[in-house]
């Protein structure tokens, strides 16, 4: 579980297609320091665990679905990453809850000065749209960012200097892929919805199903 917070950017030193999959090493030497092998990070947003490490780098395996669905399937040597560690329970929770689970990958359309900060405009993928809403938060390449407002199929988000200058956004030409990640809570929402909302045999099913486990629970499994 990660919090949106990047905490630096790091350089892809070397791109390895293995099995299907890939092994990427990542050049961030500070970031490095506080990390052991098999740690969760998040690049880009995506959840990726630590295997190998070497000479101010780390090193992650990428599965085929991972590259499939998300950015890294197109990463190059010499690119750059946002990065975080996973979260601890003991940590402050500044941004809002990320699992590093990417949701499909969306698009940089537009970029322009507002103010004190700088207002971007992403292209989401369609099936994401029904859990996003005004106010609420979208993890986009693992940055939580808050929704200004939302335009037919693309949403807005204000984002200050001190973002830019830590994360890769500032650099991240027009028309850029990014990593999509939406708020989990706005799924369990839809899921309960689904089953206790809606009619039909199906949901009846459904809340059958769950009331059997919660009488099971409370009689202690007698």
């Not at 890294?72 to 010499?78: D, N, S």
């Not at 969306?106 to 004190?116: D, I, Y």
């Not at 996003?132 to 939302?150: E, M, N, P, R």
């Not at 650099?171 to 892929?177: A, D, M, Q, T, V």
Request: aromatic share 6%; charged share 25%.
């Amino acid at each position: 579980m990660f919090t949106g917070l990047i905490e630096t950017q790091g350089i892809v030193t070397r791109v390895e297609r293995v099995d299907g999959g890939a092994r990427l090493e990542i050049y961030a030497p500070e970031f490095g320091r506080d990390m052991a092998i098999g740690d969760s990070v998040a690049v880009d947003g995506a959840c990726l665990t630590v295997v190998q490490f070497v000479r101010g780098a780390f090193l992650v395996d990428v599965s085929g679905e991972t590259l499939d669905k998300t950015t890294l399937g197109r990463i190059q040597q010499g690119a750059k990453v946002n990065l975080e560690r996973a979260l601890r329970l003991s940590d402050r929770l500044g941004g809002h809850l990320v699992t590093g689970h990417i949701d499909g990958v969306g698009k940089l359309v537009q970029r322009h000065r507002a103010e004190n900060s700088s207002v971007y405009q992403f292209q989401l993928p369609a099936d994401a749209l029904d859990f996003v809403v005004a106010k609420g938060s979208i993890a986009i390449d693992g940055i939580s960012l808050t929704v200004a407002q939302i335009r037919g199929t693309s949403v807005a988000v204000a984002v200050i200097p001190h973002t830019e200058q830590l994360t890769t956004l500032g650099e991240k030409p027009i028309g850029s892929p990014v990593n999509v990640e939406i708020d989990v809570m706005a799924k369990y929402v839809q899921r309960f919805v689904e089953m206790y909302a809606g009619g039909g045999e199906a949901h009846a099913q459904d809340r059958r199903g769950l009331g059997d486990l919660l009488r099971e629970f409370s009689d202690g499994g007698r």
